[in-house]
């Protein structure tokens, strides 16, 4: 039964990369009735979703409450505190006058790094294009040294001064929200204005997109994922991790993630002019391992 819930998944999956959310759907309820939690949470959300055939629209940062449950529960939990611990460990080597996060979210790494590093920057520069989590991230932060940018990293570039330069730059968990290829010229963009660049992100193969044996590794990790989750597992799935799912797979979705290999990310960094990139392990993560990228910019 296991193995044809699994099976079931995958090509539910498959018809969801196709466009055929009816067979999808029914897909995903056959899976259910085998007791598989992707099977339901999928079924669920291409039959719930405000736009019925084509699923949620909005985007998934934009009412912030499934994503917040979702870092603050499962996985997230032990993978933040080593992503915490390794940013504290940057600080207080390279002691930075002012530290630039890029994405910042509602500072689930950032808050813990402050509070456990022995040096604090004096300036912290905050860039998350989502006004509520953006609140919470700065809330509570000494006051006077945290400017906060309520905008995409794109718009930021636009409007930072050419000079500004910060000794110590962060990303966790946001640059695979970009394209590869714009997030090419982020990174060109960014490099003159950081002298350190901090990458948290995951290692995820490069299995082609739609084949059989992508669709498996989505199957199997979603699953996984969202066992990890009890009283806000609904919301979770509704409200994030499905949107997250369909959107890498679904004609004409809104996609809101661009991952790809740890090899992939130094090689990126390397061909936007980064220079000394080193990678080290974080953790293990259910959808993929964590690491954490440090480079050097101008």
């Not at 029914?26 to 669920?44: I, T």
């Not at 860039?127 to 040294?145: D, I, K, N, Q």
């Not at 000079?163 to 695979?176: K, Q």
Request: with cysteine; net charge negative; charged share 20%.
């Amino acid at each position: 039964m296991i193995n044809d819930t699994r099976t079931t998944n995958l090509e539910a999956l498959r018809a969801v990369s196709t466009g055929d959310v009816p067979t999808a759907r029914d897909l995903a309820a056959r899976a259910a009735d085998g007791g598989s939690l992707l099977g339901a949470a999928l079924a669920e959300f291409l039959t719930t979703g405000p736009e019925e055939s084509t699923g949620r629209k909005e985007s998934v940062y934009a009412a912030p409450a499934a994503f917040e449950a979702f870092i603050e529960g499962g996985g997230n939990v032990p993978l933040y505190q080593a992503v915490s611990d390794a940013l504290a460990e940057l600080y207080d080597q390279h002691r930075p006058q002012a530290l630039l996060d890029v994405g910042c979210g509602n500072g689930r790494a950032l808050r813990p790094a402050l509070a456990t590093a022995q040096h604090a920057p004096h300036r912290i520069d905050l860039v998350e294009p989502s006004a509520a989590l953006l609140a919470t991230a700065s809330a509570g932060l000494p006051a006077g040294s945290v400017r906060t940018w309520p905008t995409g990293v794109q718009q930021f570039l636009d409007d930072v001064e050419p000079g500004t330069h910060w000794p110590l730059a962060e990303s966790t968990f946001a640059l695979h929200t970009i394209p590869h290829d714009e997030r090419t010229r982020v990174l060109e963009r960014l490099r003159p204005h950081v002298g350190v660049l901090a990458v948290a992100e995951f290692d995820v193969p490069g299995h082609p997109v739609g084949e059989t044996e992508h669709l498996r590794f989505l199957a199997d990790t979603y699953e996984r994922g969202l066992a990890e989750y009890q009283d806000d597992r609904d919301l979770v799935a509704q409200g994030f991790l499905m949107p997250v799912l369909t959107g890498q797979l679904r004609p004409g979705a809104e996609r809101v993630t661009w991952e790809q290999s740890q090899d992939k990310w130094r090689e990126q960094l390397t061909a936007a002019g980064y220079r000394d990139v080193v990678v080290r392990p974080l953790y293990g993560y259910w959808s993929s391992p964590a690491f954490l990228l440090t480079a050097s910019g101008a």
